[in-house]
């Protein structure tokens, strides 16, 4: 992760709850989905990689059982701290290369929209591979490479830009020698406008630290007028879902 998105978690780590919960069935939701594409079982050894606050994690262990803590890491210390600090956790201030090259083997890795900090991402998916029990399987979720999020436009360009392509980062899976299921989810969103532009304006999302400002203002006003005549948004909320196992 570089400087510029370590410094924007940072900042947002007290209200990332507040921004990124649409509503306790979003979480809900995808949690369940999580559970079910990984077949997480009470045995499995589970790493929530760039874990954040903990959201999903919290949330898995309220619906699942866990013999072992669920492995929480994140480079953000001021997120990671938001995870309650008892034996259901075993937490790990690092980033997410540098964990995979550390000793260890886990039945079970989650990664929720973070690939897009990885800049070696063949090496770090190559790390993963050999963290991973024969048996085991990751997940990485992913948002697709166009979204209909209620944004301004060049905030909705730049995201087309910067972000991941699914089908490149399968090819990746593939080559380093891993089978792959690709899913797509969705989840209808529909959110008060003021709580939205406020999300906005705290810069819920990374994209949106690329902007300073003036540039967000703008943004803003953007939006409001385009907006100017409905009180809440309504938008489709998508996510690429790929699994992954060793092939054997």
């Not at 589970?46 to 874990?51: A, E, H, N, S, Y």
């Not at 997940?139 to 944004?151: F, G, K």
Request: proline content about 4%; glycine content about 4%.
């Amino acid at each position: 992760m570089n400087y510029l998105s370590r410094e924007h978690y940072q900042k947002l780590a007290q209200n990332y709850d507040k921004f990124w919960v649409y509503s306790p069935d979003f979480i809900d939701f995808l949690s369940q989905i999580i559970i079910d594409i990984l077949a997480l079982k009470s045995t499995d050894i589970f790493v929530d990689l760039g874990c954040g606050t903990g959201i999903y994690s919290k949330s898995i262990i309220s619906k699942i059982t866990l013999k072992n803590p669920v492995i929480c890491v994140d480079p953000s210390d001021k997120m990671i701290e938001q995870i309650p600090n008892n034996s259901q956790y075993k937490i790990l201030v690092k980033d997410g290369i540098e964990f995979v090259y550390e000793p260890g083997k886990y039945d079970k890795i989650l990664m929720k929209e973070m690939i897009h900090h990885i800049e070696d991402k063949e090496k770090f998916l190559q790390g993963l591979f050999q963290r991973l029990n024969l048996t085991g399987s990751l997940l990485l979720i992913l948002l697709p490479p166009t979204i209909e999020y209620p944004l301004f436009t060049e905030a909705l360009r730049t995201y087309e830009a910067v972000q991941p392509n699914y089908n490149d980062l399968v090819k990746l899976f593939q080559k380093i020698g891993f089978q792959t299921t690709v899913d797509w989810v969705e989840y209808p969103v529909s959110i008060p406008k003021e709580q939205y532009f406020d999300m906005v304006k705290n810069r819920y999302m990374s994209l949106l630290s690329r902007f300073d400002d003036t540039q967000l203002q703008q943004g803003l006003a953007e939006m409001e007028q385009k907006y100017c005549n409905q009180s809440r948004l309504e938008f489709c909320d998508r996510f690429v879902f790929i699994s992954a196992k060793i092939k054997v």
